[in-house]
């Protein structure tokens, strides 16, 4: 297909190319017949490659297109969701100009509905989630000025459930916010580089000596063959971090004493490796699977609350592992091993030495393949 020449495009390419490059937002030129002339690098970011040549009608598969096509119409704004894994969303501005050239604007609305949802979510959960913990701190409040109890002990004790509460609210309002923070860039993808093991080991020596007092212990199983690159990825350590913690901390809270935690490590395949994290403990039972990255979901609401989780943990790990690109799995075998896998993309791995990060700081034998802590 050939363009019809003389359009405005063509009486203007350099000042259309210029401010499609000034542009945040997508800016799409078509033909009078809909078949795309030029885009702009937003536009491919939004959209993909291979944008010119194809028709507006395949790159936004609505009814509206291909209606404003035929109809020669004029104006008209419509609302896209591409088919991706992260949702994004966005608003397409049509216009047809004079020559029947048709111009599209594209804006990304991703960020501006993730924070309403965000916003939406969090009140609700938050009043609903603090109302226990404060009822029971305004309850001891009110006994203790009346004056009820007189003896020492009794108001040591109550004020020891207070100081549990009051950790209680503030451990689910850092949650919280740490939740809509990943939230909100979910679809963002982060770009300086993590060392994958680095951060594993790091949280393993963090978590042992919890691991220790219930008689158990967190082994690191890494296939990956000694001597091989270092596991690099893109993202941020601190929420690579926060996965790992989370993901073992529950091994260890929710597994039997006695009993090993495995952390296993694949060799990278396919540009990525896969890391388990196992527990041996109570079965989960199926039906629960799927919802135990639901915000504020516990299987045993009850017990959870009793070893002080707020069950935003998964729901946390959830979205970094989704913002990194990432996919996790969880089964339960009837044996009671509960295995949670996160594939992750890794990248070409830098000369060892090149990162330089907190953690490899605290963590010291950064080559060192044993686990250390
Ligand atoms: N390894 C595990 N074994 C058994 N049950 C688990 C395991 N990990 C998570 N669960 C179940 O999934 C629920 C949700 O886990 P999540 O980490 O989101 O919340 P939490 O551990 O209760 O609280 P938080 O992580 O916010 O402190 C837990 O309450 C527990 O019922
Ligand atoms: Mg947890």
Do not use: C
Not at 349 to 365: F, K, N, V
């Amino acid at each position: 297909m050939n363009a019809p020449p003389d359009t405005a495009q063509h009486d203007h390419p350099a000042l259309f190319s210029e401010i499609g490059r000034m542009l945040d937002d997508g800016l799409i030129i078509a033909n009078a017949g809909g078949e795309i002339q030029s885009a702009n690098t937003a536009a491919v970011r939004f959209l993909g490659e291979g944008l010119v040549g194809a028709q507006l009608e395949a790159v936004f598969p609505m009814q509206e297109t291909a209606d404003f096509i035929q109809s020669r119409g004029t104006e008209r704004t419509l609302s896209f969701i591409p088919d991706s894994s992260v949702e994004m969303e966005f608003k397409v501005r049509i216009r047809r100009m004079e020559g029947g050239q048709i111009m599209v604007l594209v804006l990304d609305m991703t960020l501006q509905r993730n924070l309403e949802k965000v916003r939406r979510d969090f009140v609700a959960n938050v009043s609903h989630e603090l109302r226990s913990p404060l009822t029971s701190l305004a309850g001891f409040i009110e006994t203790i000025l009346m004056n009820e109890i007189r003896d020492w002990p009794t108001q040591q004790r109550f004020l020891r459930i207070m100081e549990e509460e009051s950790g209680r609210m503030s451990r689910l309002i850092d949650d919280l916010l740490s939740l809509s923070r990943v939230e909100v860039d979910e679809h963002i993808i982060p770009d300086a580089t993590v060392p994958l093991m680095e951060v594993v080991r790091a949280v393993i020596a963090s978590l042992e000596t919890r691991a220790s007092k219930n008689n158990m212990r967190i082994v690191l199983d890494d296939r990956h063959p000694p001597g091989a690159p270092r596991l690099v990825m893109n993202g941020k350590a601190d929420e690579i971090n926060e996965v790992f913690h989370n993901l073992i901390e529950n091994a260890v809270k929710y597994g039997y004493a006695d009993t090993d935690v495995i952390i296993s490590v694949s060799q990278p395949q396919d540009g990525h490796v896969v890391i388990g994290v196992a527990n041996t403990g109570e079965q989960i039972a199926s039906r629960h699977l799927n919802r135990l990255t639901e915000r504020f979901y516990r299987v045993d609401k009850a017990r959870s609350r009793q070893i002080g989780g707020t069950g935003l943990g998964l729901a946390i790990v959830k979205h970094i592992v989704n913002r990194h690109r990432g996919t996790m799995d969880i089964s339960s075998s009837p044996q009671g091993i509960t295995r949670f896998v996160v594939r992750l993309p890794v990248v070409a791995a830098p000369a060892s030495g090149d990162w330089h990060g907190d953690l490899t700081d605290d963590h010291g034998g950064e080559t060192s393949d044993e686990v250390t802590g």
